[in-house]
């Protein structure tokens, strides 16, 4: 498993911008499937969006789409997500996840938060006036 951390939760505005990093041990970052994922109070956890080997090879849950953007610093073991145009509906606690590949597709992989077995502790977004 991976050690993973997330950093840059916060509270923001609606209609405000906030990025989330996630760091992760490991040697080669692009081996890896790394994905956001988050939980409001009483909800289930959720794929907000995922990374794999290649900046292009990404998901994205329909619901941040256009919305949120999720890129890569390979020489920083580091992935991030760039969160625009937030709402009220996007507070949670947001979860950095990742799984070894290959990933044959990860518009099927990604949203199941059960493929993942390295987690990180979690990040509080709230997006309130």
């Known amino acids: 498993q991976l050690h993973l951390v997330e950093s840059g939760g916060g509270l923001v505005q609606p209609g405000g911008t906030l990025t989330l990093s996630c760091a992760a041990s490991?040697?080669?970052?692009?081996?890896?499937?790394i994905g956001w994922f988050r939980q409001a109070p009483g909800k289930e956890r959720e794929a907000v969006s995922c990374?794999?080997?290649?900046?292009?090879?990404?998901y994205y849950s329909d619901s941040v789409k256009g919305r949120f953007t999720i890129s890569r610093d390979s020489a920083k073991n580091t992935v991030f997500l760039q969160m625009s145009s937030l709402e009220p509906e996007d507070t949670a606690v947001y979860y950095c996840?990742?799984?070894?590949?290959?990933?044959?597709?990860?518009?099927?992989?990604?949203?199941?938060?059960?493929?993942?077995?390295?987690w990180g502790q979690g990040t509080q977004v709230t997006v309130s006036s």
């Open positions: 490991v040697f080669r970052l692009d081996y890896y499937a």
């Open positions: 990374i794999h080997d290649t900046p292009a090879n990404t």
């Open positions: 996840a990742a799984e070894e590949g290959p990933i044959v597709d990860i518009n099927y992989f990604c949203p199941q938060a059960a493929f993942f077995n390295s």
